[in-house]
């Protein structure tokens, strides 16, 4: 087996993965990487060999730019304070403490190389947290905090990293100049961020047709990437700038097919690069253990005691965060996300999975430092992040649904039912305000216009069928029997329409471009 047919294995395993998960009741990232362990293991399956500079450009850029579709600008200024705490703070915390245990028990591991190995072990994955988050059915204040706290922390992280990494590689560090270098890397990020999200929300107003836009998206958080880090700043703060700013600016309410195809597209490579990215760390089995060879108990205990220090940190800075974090919400009235019980503070300590962003970071060290010579414990340090990952991904990942039925956290059903029908409301209010202007300066038959009120209800209805009075719910409740079975009707009759276009495409003398054209007609037309 080749590099190439390894890759389409893996991207296999990344579509297969989905629906296994689903039936097993494990989440995919896991699965993924377990398989990569059974691929490492088979004698003929190659060892992966990726240049460590194309790793995190190639790796990260989708996936938070994917990540990032799930949140917003108002969310995350809503959570800022927990995002700080878990973000910015824990990381450094972690980043320190994992800096001086491995000093001090890996012989011949600058200190420098040591920050780097903190850094890279600091962040957990917010893919896998939210995948389990989202499969165990969490209170949603919970996968809002793990969501925000994966993106920001893969950014604080990262800085870090680059930080430590030119300190090992150049052999000299000066605190005013790191301090000077994460402050330039942040606003020249923030700029380049800043100014691709503007210059892609134009060219999207230019391009006009839905399919080139979402090309358009696929290109971007490369763009914003690659463009930082040519100008020394952060890029992974650039795409997250790009995709916040287009999350917000490139919003057109009427663009169905545009939201539709792009949703489903990026969709599709958040499975695929995650898939793969998870697929990574298992396979890494087969350097690790060609590390190891005949060292074996002297680095499990290395990565033993690294991975003991990352979840301990984790949970004796979690506890006194979120009470610090309840007692400044409850003295001033922020509309922010944060654990209620002590029980999902447990869960999002128990959340803290390494993954992606890990892998990725410990790949990327350098081979050489400036003067030529070999990166100091450069395979020490990456067995001991493997470690720190499979540890925390496979045991945490696979023992996180039970640990949640044993605590009893459950979502806040009520809450977002309670909101669903409050947008169900204001979507039928602002559908009957629209009707009543058009009635103001058209006129329409009396008929007409009750048929279209009843339409206004049965757009909120349709999203919250408990909306409205007793009365009006039962009507609804009437008109949607003969409703469905109207649209079941129509459904056939379109289905029976697509099936005699399709079968003209074989017919001698058919014209392809225009069969597809009609079809995709009736493609939209079924989706309305």
């Known amino acids: 087996m080749d590099q190439l047919a390894l890759l389409f294995v893996l991207l296999l395993g990344a579509v297969l993965s989905v629906p296994l998960g689903e039936r097993l009741g494990l989440p995919a990232p896991v699965l993924m990487t377990l398989g990569g362990i059974v691929l490492a293991l088979l004698e003929f399956v190659p060892n992966v060999d990726i240049p460590p500079e194309y790793i995190l450009p190639l790796v990260l850029p989708p996936l938070l730019y994917a990540s990032v579709q799930r949140t917003s600008w108002r969310q995350f200024t809503a959570n800022l304070r927990p995002i700080l705490l878990l973000a910015v703070a824990l990381v450094f915390v972690t980043t320190a403490a994992v800096a001086l245990v491995a000093n001090a028990v890996v012989p011949g591991l600058p200190l420098a190389a040591a920050v780097a190995l903190g850094a890279l072990v600091a962040p957990p994955d917010p893919v896998a947290a939210t995948a389990v988050a989202g499969q165990l059915g969490l209170p949603r204040r919970l996968v809002s905090i793990l969501e925000g706290e994966g993106l920001f922390n893969d950014v604080t992280a990262i800085v870090l990293y680059h930080v430590a990494i030119a300190a090992a590689v150049s052999g000299s560090f000066s605190l005013p100049e790191a301090a000077l270098e994460l402050v330039l890397s942040a606003v020249v990020a923030l700029a380049v961020g800043l100014g691709i999200g503007w210059a892609a929300n134009k060219l999207m107003g230019f391009l006009g047709d839905a399919t080139l836009q979402v090309g358009l998206t696929l290109l971007v958080p490369f763009v914003a990437y690659v463009l930082a880090e040519e100008l020394k700043g952060s890029g992974v703060l650039a795409v997250l700038v790009t995709a916040l700013f287009l999350a917000e600016y490139a919003v057109d309410a009427d663009d169905v097919m545009g939201r539709l195809a792009g949703r489903t597209f990026w969709e599709v490579v958040d499975t695929l690069v995650t898939g793969i990215a998870f697929g990574l760390i298992g396979l890494e089995l087969h350097n690790a253990i060609n590390t190891a060879a005949g060292r074996w108990g002297e680095l499990l205990g290395w990565a033993v005691a690294v991975t003991a220090v990352v979840v301990l940190v984790r949970l004796l800075w979690l506890l006194?965060?979120?009470?610090?974090?309840?007692?400044?919400?409850?003295?001033?009235?922020?509309?922010?996300?944060?654990?209620?019980?002590?029980?999902?503070?447990?869960?999002?300590?128990?959340?803290?999975?390494?993954?992606?962003?890990?892998?990725?970071?410990?790949?990327?060290?350098?081979?050489?430092?400036?003067?030529?010579?070999?990166?100091?414990?450069?395979?020490?340090?990456?067995?001991?992040?493997?470690?720190?990952?499979?540890?925390?991904?496979?045991?945490?990942?696979?023992?996180?649904?039970?640990?949640?039925?044993k605590l009893g956290v459950e979502p806040d059903a009520e809450a977002e039912e309670a909101y669903e029908k409050d947008l169900a409301v204001r979507a039928a209010k602002a559908a009957k305000k629209r009707l009543k202007e058009i009635q103001d300066v058209e006129e329409l038959p009396d008929e007409f216009a009750e048929q279209l009120a009843r339409r206004a209800y049965e757009i909120g209805a349709r999203i919250s069928p408990d909306m409205g009075d007793a009365e009006r719910r039962a009507a609804y409740a009437k008109r949607s029997v003969w409703a469905k079975r109207v649209r079941r009707i129509q459904g056939e009759m379109l289905s029976a329409a697509r099936h005699e276009v399709l079968a003209a495409r074989n017919e001698p003398g058919s014209d392809p471009e225009i069969v597809d054209r009609v079809l995709r007609h009736l493609d939209v037309r079924s989706l309305r």
């Open 320 to 405: 006194p965060a979120t009470w610090i974090a309840k007692r400044l919400h409850h003295k001033r009235d922020y509309d922010e996300e944060i654990p209620v019980s002590w029980r999902e503070t447990v869960v999002m300590w128990w959340s803290g999975m390494r993954g992606v962003a890990s892998v990725a970071l410990a790949l990327a060290i350098p081979l050489k430092t400036d003067d030529g010579a070999a990166f100091p414990v450069r395979e020490e340090i990456i067995f001991i992040a493997f470690g720190v990952i499979m540890a925390t991904l496979v045991v945490q990942g696979l023992t996180l649904p039970w640990l949640v039925r």
